[in-house]
Structures are given as C-alpha cells and as structure tokens.
C-alpha cells in the first residue's frame, strides 16, 4: 500500500454465473488502478462459474476465491467479501455487470476529494451505470449523491422509508449494491448485512448508515455498464416479502411518522403491478387514494408516468420486463 494508492478490495458476488462471471473479472482484472485485490464468494453455484473463476484465477495472482459450500444468499456473500478483504476501500462488482477500466479509481477519486472538502470520512460512493436490457434499450442512471446537495443522515433515511424527501437532495438512482464502494472502516461502522433480506440489503445497509449519520455521493462519470437480468432471486414475491421485512425493521420509525401501513400499501402496489396483477394493483392504488389521497397522488403523480414509460421502452420489440 502507498499512500497515494491504497489497497482496494473488489469484491464479486456469483451464483450460477458461468456466462457473465469471466467478463465481470475481466473488468475487475482491467482496472487502471495500480493496487487492488479482487475477492470473489461463490455463493453455492451448480454451474460452471467455479471452473470459470479457476480459470481466471490462474491469470492473475490478484484473484482470490472464497467458496460458500451451499447458497446462502446475496447479503451473505457481501459479508463473506468484507470478512476476507485487504484493503482499505471494497467496490462491490456484480457476477454480470461490466465495470469499466476507470471505475474504482474514479469512484476512490470522489471519496478522497470529498473527504478532503468536508472531514467526512462515513461515506458511501455509488457508481453513475448505463443499464441495457435484453431488447438493446438502454438508460443512463445518474448515481445518488451526484450532484450538489448530496444526502446526509435523515435524507437517506427519509428516502427509503416511504417519508417526506427533500426537494433538493439528488437521490438519482438510488443505492444499489453493485456500484457500492466505501472505505472498509465504514463497512465495519454500518454493520453486517443482513441475511434475512433477499432483496432489500442495499436499502438496509443505506438506512443504517444515514442513521449513523454518513453521507452519500457518487460519481459524475458513468463508470459500468449494467446488464438488466431476470434471475429467481428478482421475483416478485420475493421482492415483495423482503420488502415488507424491511419496513417491518423500521417500523419504530415508520411509527413516528404514521407512514407503517401507507409503506406496506406502496410494497403491494408494486407486487401487483410486477406480478401482471394489474386490476389487483389498480385497486390497491384506489384504496391508497381513499385512505391517504395527498401522499398517494403526489407519489403516484411523480413516478407513474415515468415508470410505465420505462416499462414501455423495456418491452419493445420483445423486450423483457425486468
């Protein structure tokens, strides 16, 4: 380690990747950053991906290979990379994203830089992606935190908790694990992810570390490429119940605000919708309307248009709905 370039950890996450895992090393191998390390946790795959990942291994002395013997899940794997990381800072890479060569120098250039600005160093840095999906549509998500009035503390609480925002905070698009990196101290501060949350661990590990009061920016340049996939762990059902896990974590928040039922209201909406339950999801939108009609017509009036628009492109020529 130098002082200049210190060590980063990127940690990949695979399960039954075998056709994407070997690019997503690749990308982790091609960073222009001298001084990385590159962990990878197989999460129990039944495919090819630890053959694959051998393969990649014997290029490059980089590669390190942690093997869970069964699945345990996307937030166990995260923990399993922070429990065998190195380095001072760990970049979270997905088994089938692309990460482009200047990545994690850009993403440890925007926390070195606004560290020096503020004296905070409880920061989390997400990546700007461009995201394809399976009908070549493509959409460029602009990382949270991008731009000026970065979120702090309650703002991102506040933010995934079905609360009241701040109409100048930039939350662009949102805190997904996959473009996460963070030195390893604010890891370790944040806490363990949690196991029980199949889909909702990124949210969760955002809400706790705003309660800790961290901050969140991002990079201004897009720095991967994110390719929109269909896996088990994406159904809607699952999504739904570790949804409603989640809010059910933060009740004793959602309390405060009389938010609890109006969040678990919002999480069927979009069981519904995603499901192709679409009378279901129309309904519930009218008891919301009945119940809560101000919170509801500003929610719905914000991302309904832009939402079903998304989805449209999604869906053109044969496109599948992610």
Same mark, same amino acid.
């Given at each position: ?22 690019? $997503?090393?690749?990308?982790? #191998?091609?960073?222009? &950053? =001298? @001084?990385?390390?590159? !962990? ?83 920061? $989390?840095?997400?990546?700007? #992606?461009?995201?394809? &999906? =399976? @009908?070549?549509?493509? !959409? ?183």
């Amino acid at each position: 380690m130098t002082a200049s370039h210190p060590l980063i950890t990127i940690g990949l996450t695979c399960y039954n990747a075998e056709d994407t895992i070997g690019r $997503a090393i690749d990308g982790a #191998l091609a960073q222009d &950053y =001298p @001084n990385f390390e590159i !962990v990878v946790v197989d999460d129990g795959s039944q495919d090819r991906s630890i053959d694959v990942i051998k393969e990649k291994k014997m290029m490059s002395d980089r590669v390190r290979l942690v093997l869970h013997e069964q699945n345990k899940g996307f937030p166990s794997a995260l923990n399993s990379i922070i429990e065998n990381s190195s380095g001072e800072f760990i970049a979270i890479f997905d088994d089938d994203d692309e990460s482009h060569p200047d990545r994690i120098k850009t993403q440890y250039q925007t926390i070195s830089d606004y560290e020096a600005k503020t004296g905070i160093v409880l920061v $989390a840095c997400y990546a700007s #992606l461009i995201k394809k &999906y =399976p @009908n070549n549509y493509v !959409v460029d998500f602009q990382a949270i935190g991008s731009r000026p009035h970065q979120p702090v503390g309650e703002d991102i609480v506040k933010y995934h908790l079905y609360l009241d925002r701040d109409p100048d905070v930039f939350y662009g698009g949102g805190t997904p694990s996959c473009s996460l990196m963070a030195r390893k101290s604010t890891f370790e501060k944040v806490g363990s992810y949690d196991v029980s949350l199949k889909r909702s661990e990124d949210c969760d590990f955002a809400v706790r570390l705003g309660l800790a009061g961290g901050h969140v920016i991002g990079t201004k340049e897009y720095v991967m490429t994110q390719h929109a996939s269909a896996g088990i762990d994406k159904k809607p059902h699952i999504a739904r119940d570790s949804e409603l896990a989640f809010v059910k974590k933060y009740k004793y928040i959602l309390d405060r605000y009389e938010r609890y039922e109006y969040a678990q209201a919002w999480i069927y909406v979009r069981y519904y919708h995603f499901s192709g339950q679409k009378f279901k999801a129309a309904f519930q939108v009218f008891k919301m309307v009945w119940k809560y009609p101000v919170l509801t017509a500003k929610r719905f009036l914000k991302a309904a248009p832009r939402r079903l628009l998304h989805e449209w492109k999604m869906k053109r020529n044969g496109g599948q709905k992610i």
